[in-house]
């Protein structure tokens, strides 16, 4: 069963890009983090997600939320695809050791290699404070009233 509101987040350690590396621990005590796992960059679902993430991205800086958009692709390919749609919040990489963050959030499709939809908003003491999953072909619609509204 995936993480739930009002659990500890499990901690998290995804690749930026060759140099740079992200982790819970980066952001507890300072902002709230708008984890989104999606299955696969470049994908029409994917995108029309990062699209709304996107044209919501001031209410999320305003709320002092990080999102951090997240797949097991690897990281040359989630910069590539960022670089693509011009977006300007971080995409991160789930690739190695593949998938222990989606394991660790309990979203992980074995049999295609891949995290589900798991959205999960973690509060400034690491708790999570919303979560929502969907199936692989389901869209998320927009995310922002609910996650918001989970951190006030």
Known sequence: ???????????????????????????????NVLLVFHPYSFTG?????ACDIQENLERYREADTEVVF???????ARQAWKKELGHDYTFASDFWPHGAVAKAYDIFDGTRGVSTRGTF???????????????LGDRR??????????VG
Not at 45 to 49: K, P, R, Y
Not at 125 to 135: C, E, I, R, Y
Not at 141 to 150: G, M, P, Q, T, W
Request: aromatic share 6%; proline share 4%; glycine share 8%.
């Open 121 to 135: 908003m973690i509060g400034k003491d690491g708790t999570v404070k919303w979560a929502l999953v969907h199936d």
């Open 70 to 76: 997240v797949s097991c692709d690897p990281w040359p």
């Open 45 to 49: 679902i994917c995108e029309a997600e």
């Open 1 to 31: 069963m995936a993480v739930e509101a009002g659990q500890q987040a499990p901690d998290f350690d995804l690749q930026v890009d060759g140099a740079t590396r992200i982790t819970q621990a980066d952001f507890r005590g300072e902002k």
């Open 141 to 150: 619609e927009s995310l922002v009233e609910e996650s918001l509204a989970s």
